[in-house]
């Protein structure tokens, strides 16, 4: 299964990739994925090697590459704190592109995933790209806050997801906390955007992440993975892309 880094270029300036692809030719279904806090690092790598294991091409930008050490010292706070959601659309769908013009992927599944941080960018990614056949946000909290001179938070563009949802929430999580699930799942029901919802019991934040053990929950994980897996191979599949299936966006 190769797995390499590159560079795309995002409006004039370089981005870090990771993918992650299976063995053979193609041409593949394709995952973003969109990155926790701690950035492009062995959890997100591992996540990449996952996917492209069950057959998916798959691509983490590097959402961080415009911020500097420095900008977080004079500016407080991490990284994240820096982020714009104007520019991390730019970034996804500069993503888009790469992934789309490869000739081992097809152009017509792709889907997005993310995890904490990148859970509220997948839902991002899902209202402003129509490439998108499927998004599955885990745990993505800060989804009705706008980052940066965004003007709109993500929450506000439901009305712009076009693909069904499938999101992962940890029961004790504060952010997203189980009120939060309740109101978002008003607002995609409001909007007819096919969706399902999982809770996991004594989950937290970040219980994918076997590097947090204070926050990892290994049943969480375990039961959640293959839930994804099926849901991608739902919506994904060549027989969803030539409309032998369930539509994958309504």
Not at 55 to 64: E, H, M, N, R
Not at 69 to 76: F, H, Q, T, W
Not at 117 to 130: C, F, I, Q
Not at 223 to 245: E, H, I, Q, V
Request: aromatic share 10%.
């Amino acid at each position: 299964m190769p797995s390499f880094t590159d560079k795309i270029t995002v409006n004039g300036a370089e981005m870090d990739i990771y993918a992650s692809v299976p063995e053979g030719s193609g041409p593949f279904p394709a995952v973003l994925i969109a990155h926790h806090i701690t950035g492009v690092d062995k959890f997100i790598h591992d996540m990449a090697d996952k996917l492209a294991a069950a057959g998916y091409a798959a691509v983490a930008p590097d959402l961080f590459h415009r911020i500097t050490d420095e900008m977080v010292a004079s500016n407080g706070g991490t990284k994240r704190d820096l982020l714009n959601d104007s520019e991390i659309i730019d970034d996804i769908n500069a993503t888009v592109d790469f992934v789309a013009s490869q000739a081992s992927v097809d152009a017509g599944r792709i889907g997005v995933t993310g995890f904490c941080m990148g859970g509220r960018v997948a839902w991002l990614a899902a209202a402003r790209n129509s490439i998108f056949k499927a998004v599955v946000p885990y745990y993505g909290g800060n989804i009705m806050v706008p980052w940066g001179t965004a003007t709109q938070a993500p929450f506000a563009l439901a009305s712009d997801i076009k693909c069904p949802m499938l999101f992962h929430f940890g029961e004790i999580d504060v952010n997203p906390s189980q009120d939060d699930m309740v109101v978002l799942d008003a607002e995609l029901s409001k909007y007819s955007v096919p969706h399902q919802f999982y809770t996991y019991p004594g989950a937290n934040h970040a219980f994918m992440n076997p590097a947090r053990p204070a926050q990892y929950q290994r049943a969480a994980a375990e039961m959640s993975w293959p839930r994804t897996l099926d849901f991608f191979g739902k919506y994904l599949s060549s027989a969803a892309s030539s409309g032998n299936d369930e539509p994958a966006c309504v």
